[in-house]
């Protein structure tokens, strides 16, 4: 049964194809012919039609005849030719035009600045930032209140020294070096007024703390900060290496 339908199904489309490529038209199967006519009587003048090409340069050597050619077998019309330039301005040689390049504004350097340095070392700054480009640093005086000190010492030599730097570790009470003027000794913490480090004193006795005192480290007096205004990381660099000594632990920071 399956044999006999496929076998329908093969002479059904060969059937079909004998007539729809016109192979029995002469027994009269065939489809209908699709023909228009009437197109070919509403031409006007077929013979003057020119094939031309699509830059509007002529075919062969003819040029088709403006308005004789119909609207579907027009040329496509060229792209538009760019303006051209001004005969005052010279053509530019495209061999040496460079390209122009946007350039980010950069930002400005900050200004950084570093102290308190006392008077005496005013002359050391000085010789030490006399190579620095011109107007690149300045030295900015600033008023200097007095400061009262918690120290221990002097003490006679390092071996005494490191015993009391012992017991304090032993008490957890932290502790400083005083500076030249107080080596070698421990400060125990620096105090705008001296009531604030008499305060910070009988604190510490209650830790155990016996040999302290409180000492006027500085009186009122004229400080004075190294500022750079544009300090460009060259700059700082250069700075700091060769106020390596003077700067010690003052750290650059922000202006204020």
């Known amino acids: 049964m399956l044999r006999a339908a496929v076998l329908v199904l093969l002479l059904a489309n060969a059937g079909y194809y004998a007539w729809a490529q016109g ?7 065939a489809p209908p012919e699709q023909s228009e006519p009437q197109r070919l009587e509403q031409q006007i003048q077929p013979e003057n039609l020119r094939v031309g090409r699509a830059n509007g340069g002529s075919n062969n050597g003819n040029n088709a005849a403006p308005g004789n050619a119909s609207a579907g077998d027009a040329p496509a019309a060229p792209a538009t030719p760019p303006a051209p330039a001004s005969a005052s301005a010279p053509a530019a040689n495209t061999s040496e035009a ?3 390049v946007a350039v980010a504004a950069a930002e400005p350097a900050p200004c950084l600045q570093a102290g308190t340095f006392e008077k005496g070392q005013l002359d050391a700054l000085r010789a030490a930032t006399a190579s620095l480009p011109a107007g690149s640093w300045t030295l900015e005086p600033i008023s200097l209140t007095g400061r009262w000190m918690v120290y221990m010492g002097r003490f006679t030599d390092e071996d005494t020294l490191e015993k009391k730097r012992a017991e304090l570790r032993a008490r957890k009470v932290p502790y400083d070096r005083p500076g030249a003027a107080l080596e070698p000794g421990l400060s125990l913490g620096r105090f705008s007024t001296e009531e604030a480090a008499e305060r910070a ?3 510490l006795g209650t830790q155990g703390v016996r040999t302290a005192r409180v000492v006027q480290e500085r009186t009122d007096a004229t400080g004075y900060v190294l500022r750079l205004p544009a300090a460009t990381a060259a700059l700082r660099t250069q700075v700091e290496g060769q106020l390596r000594g003077l700067l010690a632990s003052r750290a650059f ?4």
């Open 23 to 29: 192979l029995l038209r002469s027994w009269g199967w």
């Open 98 to 100: 460079a390209p122009a």
């Open 201 to 203: 004193l009988a604190t």
């Open 253 to 256: 920071r922000a202006c204020g």
